[in-house]
T-cell receptor, first 115, second 112 residues
Framework: KAGVTQTPRYLIKTRGQQVTLSCSPISGHRSVSWYQQTPGQGLQFLFEYFSETQRNKGNFPGRFSGRQFSNSRSEMNVSTLELGDSALYLC??????????????FGEGSRLTVL | KNQVEQSPQSLIILEGKNCTLQCNYTVSPFSNLRWYKQDTGRGPVSLTIMTFSENTKSNGRYTATLDADTKQSSLHITASQLSDSASYICVVSEGGTYKYIFGTGTRLKVLA
């Protein structure tokens, strides 16, 4: 069974640009969540999608957005990039049917560098 | 405010030794607590998940304990190996909201 796939693995952008990251969950998983990881802050929750609906959202500005498609694949977008957006962005999928007890399976992440 | 605090921040031990990592949380209502291992530059991998009624759960040389009354958890690593060098992250799920609150992790280094 294939794991969670994130693309691209590495990317470099400049301030003011926008970026789109992609996440393909494990087959059959309908929950996809996104996280930002920086050395100082650890893992911070961005948002979670379940069956194409945003079910939960963290405390990030509106420049961070996401969506989920009917095949459960998800994308997140960051507009007007700032230097502080440089981070490892992780995606996780779960077979959770709605009780937050499903195991989270993480992808390898997309490392974004903003210059 | 729901928080998860881990200690120590970092730890260095010799190969073959045991160690214990701590996790204290203030998350309420509580759903479950998970421990993850994250190798440098990789995504976290689940070690254990415990619900309110579970006190202990093992996964090979990793044993997690949970005291729901004091809101404390520990991860005990037995007979450490070089491959145990990683960050260990404690995650608590908030009941009914699908939210996950992450600790900042303990960075473990195992030396030969």
């Amino acid at each position: 069974k294939a794991g969670v796939t994130q693309t691209p693995r590495y990317l470099i952008k400049t301030r003011g640009q926008q970026v789109t990251l992609s996440c393909s969950p494990i087959s059959g998983h309908r929950s996809v969540s996104w996280y930002q990881q920086t050395p100082g802050q650890g893992l911070q929750f961005l948002f979670e999608y379940f069956s194409e609906t945003q079910r939960n959202k963290g405390n990030f500005p509106g420049r961070f957005s996401g969506r989920q498609f009917s095949n459960s694949r998800s994308e997140m977008n960051v507009s007007t990039l700032e230097l502080g957006d440089s981070a490892l962005y992780l995606c996780a999928s779960s077979s959770d049917t709605g009780r937050s007890t499903g195991e989270l399976f993480f992808g390898e992440g997309s490392r974004l560098t903003v210059l | 405010k729901n928080q998860v605090e881990q200690s120590p921040q970092s730890l260095i031990i010799l190969e073959g030794k045991n160690c214990t990592l701590q996790c204290n949380y203030t998350v309420s209502p509580f759903s479950n607590l998970r421990w993850y291992k994250q190798d440098t530059g990789r995504g976290p991998v689940s070690l254990t998940i415990m619900t309110f009624s579970e006190n202990t759960k093992s996964n090979g040389r990793y044993t997690a304990t949970l005291d729901a009354d004091t809101k404390q958890s520990s991860l005990h690593i037995t007979a450490s190996q070089l491959s145990d060098s990683a960050s260990y992250i404690c995650v608590v799920s908030e009941g009914g909201t699908y939210k996950y609150i992450f600790g900042t992790g303990t960075r473990l280094k195992v030396l030969a």
